[in-house]
């Protein structure tokens, strides 16, 4: 069973604080990029990353490497990027914008969702910023769109179209899910307002074909069934990338 993971990260420009995210996101290899995208316009970065998850006799989930993958990535983010020199053509949230995952192949909706809140709790926790759950992760299901407004994303600071600095609020209108309701001045630089959700894929350009994979898979099994997808989707496939 796989389980998929898009992080979404306010940065595309700086070479160095994009190798030091994606060195941190390969460090278990259990864990494969399948993807990356780059927009230096929104000054951007989206990881499609999958991995397996286990489920113990009574079928619950336990274990997937994602879980530290994504603090790992989410880590070397905070320690690299500073969101007041930070500007683009796309709104954000914050360093780390969004944390999505999604079930594959045998994978359910409750699985995605469980890693997805306890991913949320651990950044809320270690690193002391605001975390946002939304989709099957949140009690009510509630949409992305709900959180974004509240907290003023759509809404440009700089030029009229574009997103400079810091945007969001420090106090909260709204409490998060996880970490604190403000941010200090002292980590605003670094701070970051995640949202966190576990749903469905339905955008046909996204990993969404089911993958056969046992819960015991390493990382050539894994990439074996990645290769395997783009070719019947006819892409191009090396080791740990679609491209």
């Known amino acids: 069973m796989l389980i998929c993971c898009m992080l979404f990260i306010s940065e595309a420009r700086n070479c160095a604080a994009l190798d030091l995210i994606e060195r941190a996101a390969r460090i278990d290899p259990e864990s494969v990029i399948v993807n ?5 316009v929104y ?6 990353i999958v991995s397996y998850v286990v489920v113990d006799s009574t079928g619950s989930p336990i274990y997937s490497p994602l879980h530290q993958t994504v603090l790992a990535i989410v880590e070397a983010a905070y320690g690299a990027i500073n969101l007041e020199l930070h500007s683009g053509a796309h709104p954000r949230l914050g360093v780390v914008d969004d944390i999505a995952f999604h079930p594959l192949a045998e ?8 890693l997805a809140k306890a991913v949320a709790a651990d950044i809320g926790s270690r690193f002391q910023v605001p975390v946002f759950l939304y989709a099957a992760a ?16 759509y809404r440009p600071n700089f030029m009229g179209s574009q997103w400079a600095g810091w945007n969001i609020p420090e106090i909260l209108p709204e409490n998060p899910d996880h970490g604190p309701s ?3 001045r002292d980590k605003r630089s670094h701070a970051d307002r995640s949202t966190v959700m576990g749903h469905l894929i339905q955008h046909p350009h996204h990993v969404h074909r089911c993958f056969n994979c046992s819960s015991d898979s390493t990382h050539d099994r894994v990439q074996a069934q990645v290769e395997m997808l783009a070719a019947q989707e006819g892409f191009g496939c090396r080791e740990g990338l679609l491209h």
């Open 36 to 40: 990356k995208f780059e927009d230096r």
């Open 43 to 48: 000054n951007r970065i989206r990881f499609t």
């Open 107 to 114: 994978a359910s909706l409750d699985e995605a969702a469980w």
């Open 138 to 153: 949140h009690p009510t299901g509630r949409a992305p769109d709900t959180i974004r407004r509240e907290l003023g994303y």
């Open 182 to 184: 403000h941010v200090s």
